[in-house]
């Protein structure tokens, strides 16, 4: 969690630098969770994109480690599939398992073409003592093993749902919006993200008050962030 008067504070005090403009406090929740959302749906696209890469995704290294962490509130480890064949309508789906007699194993992904041959060669389908998967259009898997198709105890990891959405709450004093922790709503990212959230909301509210200054500081900001995590 990050705490959002704090980056509420962070977003004030460098938008304000050198007399670069206010962002009202509804204008600020407007940037906050576009800002948030956008990291989210990152996360996922990054997942994705690794997932296309490299399909044996448990032998995968440091960088999904670190944005599965980033995941985990909305993380689901042995989501059921449907008959064995129909995944979950999660934003991200991740290992494909086969539970029997207590024991959970992470099946391989293997080409439709492959499988096909081995099971139309006797002395090869013998062979296939492990079970495996393929991809059987969209949201759609089949599990085999030497004994033919497996379709009970399939089940999967998932990535649902997106962050709720984060509200900075305030009561006007004085005519000034004053921090109003009670009808307040932090933000779900994970906490090393606050550096980045900050960027990317000055970055949408340079665009919004058409500041280039304001909008280049946020961009360098952004790169330099993203550099740094892809070392």
């Known amino acids: 969690m990050i705490n959002i008067d704090t980056v509420y504070q962070t977003v004030q005090a460098l938008a304000n630098k050198e007399q670069r403009g206010y962002i009202t406090p509804q204008e600020f929740n407007l940037f906050a ?10 996360y996922l696209y990054d997942l994705n994109a690794l997932r296309e890469k490299r399909p044996a995704k448990h032998q995968l290294g440091d960088s999904v480690s670190q944005i599965m962490e980033k995941l985990m509130t909305w993380y689901t480890p042995n989501a059921p599939v449907i008959g064995g064949i129909t995944l979950p309508s999660a934003a991200y789906v991740g290992n494909i398992f086969l539970n029997q007699g207590g024991i959970r194993r992470t099946l391989k992904l293997i080409d439709p073409d492959q499988l096909s041959s081995i099971i139309n060669s006797e002395w090869h389908r013998k062979g296939l ?41 305030y009561m006007v004093v004085n005519e000034k919006p004053t921090f109003d922790p009670t009808t307040t709503q932090h933000f779900q990212l994970h906490s090393s993200e606050q550096t980045d959230l900050v960027a990317k909301i000055l970055k949408l509210a340079g665009i919004s008050i058409e500041d280039q200054q304001l909008f280049a500081a946020a961009q360098g900001e952004d790169s330099l962030n993203t550099q740094q995590e892809n070392k």
């Open 33 to 42: 969770n576009q800002a948030q959302l956008d990291m989210f749906e990152q």
């Open 129 to 169: 003592k492990d079970a495996v998967y393929f991809d059987d259009g969209y949201k759609m898997i089949q599990v085999h093993d030497g004994t033919g198709q497996i379709v009970t105890g399939i089940t999967c990891e998932t990535i649902s749902g997106k962050p709720s959405l984060a509200y900075w709450g």
